[in-house]
């Protein structure tokens, strides 16, 4: 019975098999995919997302420029690494100032007279400016020099005193110790005869004292003398120095007479003038200021002072004209602000108005080492970064920064020669193939047509 159903069901199913097949019955048609579409599961002639389908492109049937994954070379604009100096200018605040400024002060006290220059006029060394009243100062002279000739007088008069009586005392000096020399010898003779009996010796006694006496003259006469030849040390000496003080008063007061004429101590050119005709005039108060020379004075930061040594170049602008100019002065530290103190020459001729400003410019190198556009740069977050051509291959190089100036930047890092990519297009990754894109007449870095990829034919059936 089991087997009598079996062999029924085997029959049922070749007859069912059989009408399936059987010729002139249609299978279900395979309807595909959409032309353009990917069908579940992906197809290797879909195109890639911004890839155009086969045949479908640019006139001519030639595929459309590489995107990221789509196995085609991403077009990318390249920069050849050179290696340099990076600089950078610089601008700050200049003012034209004097190179010397003097603070001119009246050497005497007296009455302004005249001002005979005005605030910026030139002046020669020695040319007179202020002129103060001289009545006073003529007295003054005229007094020194009456009190001279007086010393003059008591010198002389003492003088001649004194050399009169020196040739008296010298004469009196002669005569004691004439009449000194005839008492010793009468006294001598005197004891002689006494020895003989001849004397008696009262006359001993008076001859005795005659010799006293002549000995005494002569002392009288020495010390008159001594006195004599002391007053020519002390108080011709003491009047010899009273003339001299008399002089030193007279050069005093003609001097004083000629400083009564304010004259420039060096050519160059009023400042300002102080004093007012009319007006009293102290003595060591100012009477005008004076400047040589013109620099141009101005500030830099602390950093950059020791890059702008003496005879370094910086460029002054006033109005319309820029003068080159030379560092003259560069004290370094640091000045009141945090800013550094510099001063510039001037060309030989050139004349400003003092107290002009305009800017200061000036180069000031930052770094040296391989330079490299600023766009170049890459941040994940944590390195910078850029990307290299290799081969026609992308690949991502780790750099520092070594100093930035405008759209530049110095780096290390990179040798010389590296194809850096600027801008680096979305998608663009380590290990991604690249080509240079031809340059446009777009944006930097926009090519006016896609890149052909080397090997690749036309697509036919191109519409």
Do not use: C
Not at 145 to 174: D, F, G, P
């Amino acid at each position: 019975m089991a087997r009598a159903i079996l062999i029924l069901l085997v029959l049922a199913l070749g007859v069912l098999v059989g009408r399936l097949t059987a010729p002139g019955t249609p299978a279900v048609p395979n309807q595909g995919t959409p032309r353009g579409l990917s069908a579940p599961g992906g197809s290797a002639n879909a195109p890639f997302p911004g890839q155009a389908a086969p045949g479908q492109g640019r006139p001519g049937g030639f595929a459309s420029q590489g995107t990221p994954g789509s196995g085609q070379p991403l077009p990318v604009q390249l920069a050849r690494v050179e290696v340099g100096t990076l600089e950078a200018t610089r601008q700050v605040g200049g003012t034209v100032v004097p190179a010397i400024q003097a603070n001119v002060p009246a050497q005497v006290g007296g009455v302004v007279v005249r001002v005979l220059k005005n605030p910026g006029d030139p002046v020669k060394q020695g040319e007179a400016v202020v002129q103060l009243d001289t009545q006073a100062l003529q007295l003054a002279l005229a007094n020194a020099r009456a009190s001279l000739r007086s010393a003059e007088i008591n010198l002389a008069t003492q003088t001649r005193t004194t050399l009169e009586a020196r040739s008296r005392l010298e004469a009196q000096v002669r005569s004691a110790q004439a009449a000194l020399q005839a008492a010793q010898q009468n006294y001598q003779a005197t004891l002689r005869v006494k020895a003989l009996g001849g004397a008696s010796e009262t006359e001993v006694a008076q001859a005795q004292a005659a010799l006293a006496q002549a000995q005494a003259n002569l002392e009288a006469a020495q010390s008159a003398l001594a006195d004599n030849l002391r007053a020519e040390q002390e108080t011709l000496a003491a009047l010899r120095v009273a003339v001299e003080q008399a002089r030193n008063q007279v050069a005093q007061a003609e001097l004083n007479l000629q400083n009564a004429t304010i004259r420039a101590p060096f050519a160059g050119s009023l400042l300002a003038v102080s004093a007012t005709p009319g007006a009293y005039l102290a003595p060591g108060a100012t009477a005008f200021v004076l400047a040589q020379g013109l620099r141009v004075q101005f500030s830099v930061p602390p950093e950059e002072a020791h890059l702008l040594p003496v005879g370094s170049e910086v460029r002054f602008t006033l109005g319309a004209q820029t003068y080159p100019l030379r560092v003259e002065q560069n004290a370094g530290g640091t000045a009141s602000g945090g800013l550094v103190l510099l001063l510039a020459r001037l060309p030989e001729g050139v004349r400003l108005p003092l107290n002009a400003v305009g800017p200061v410019s000036y180069t000031v190198a930052l770094a040296r080492g391989p330079l490299i556009p600023v766009n170049a740069l890459q941040s994940d977050g944590s390195q910078l970064f850029v990307y290299v051509a290799e081969g026609g291959i992308a690949r991502r190089r780790v750099v520092q920064v070594l100093a930035q100036a405008g759209d530049q930047v110095a780096v290390a890092g990179l040798p010389a020669g590296a194809q850096v990519v600027i801008n680096p297009p979305p998608g663009l990754l380590d290990g991604t193939p690249v080509v240079a894109a031809a340059p446009g007449p777009q944006a930097p870095g926009s090519p006016s047509t896609p890149p052909h990829r080397p090997g690749s034919q036309p697509q036919p059936g191109g519409r």
